[in-house]
């Protein structure tokens, strides 16, 4: 029943108004795509992204493409069937917090450990955000220059 209800209410709709609001909802979709390289923010939005893509963009087209490439970062077929991750890792995170007890212990200061600790702080650097989002102004987000993802 309330399907049908819902069914009904859908097409009660201001025609203009409702094309805006989708194209303002696809142009969000392609700006979370460019953004991120088509990772998306996470395994929901990834699969509703890859679903809109395909759906408005076609299977053949270079978004689909794109997010059937990347889907394989969070979903894959194991032994036991389907498998999903919820985030792509926390490497930024374990590595932060192990350098910093490296540091915090002392044991940063010994030879043993400086090649690693170096290793950790060259990653560190490397995947720290040197820009802002694309499309950051217009697709409501924060300012990230200078932040680390949650990777």
């Known amino acids: 029943m309330l399907s049908s209800a819902l069914a009904v209410y859908e097409q009660c709709t201001i025609p203009p108004l409702r094309s805006a609001a989708l194209k303002k909802a696809y142009d969000l979709v392609v700006y979370e795509d460019e953004d991120t390289e088509y990772q998306d923010l996470g395994p929901v939005s990834k699969m509703f992204n890859l679903v809109v893509r395909a759906h408005v963009d076609g299977p053949e087209s270079h978004a689909y493409k794109m997010h059937e490439r990347k889907r394989r970062d969070y979903m894959w077929l194991g032994g036991d069937g389907m498998r999903m991750c919820g ?7 374990d590595t932060s917090f192990i350098t910093q007890a490296l540091v915090e212990t002392g044991l940063a200061e ?5 090649k690693s600790l170096i290793k950790a702080l060259e990653w560190l650097d490397q995947a720290q955000i040197r ?21």
């Open 87 to 93: 985030t792509n890792g926390s490497q930024i995170w």
């Open 131 to 151: 820009d802002n989002p694309k499309h950051f102004g217009s697709n409501y987000r924060h300012a990230t220059k200078g932040a680390w993802g949650f990777r």
């Open 110 to 114: 010994l030879d043993e450990n400086r």
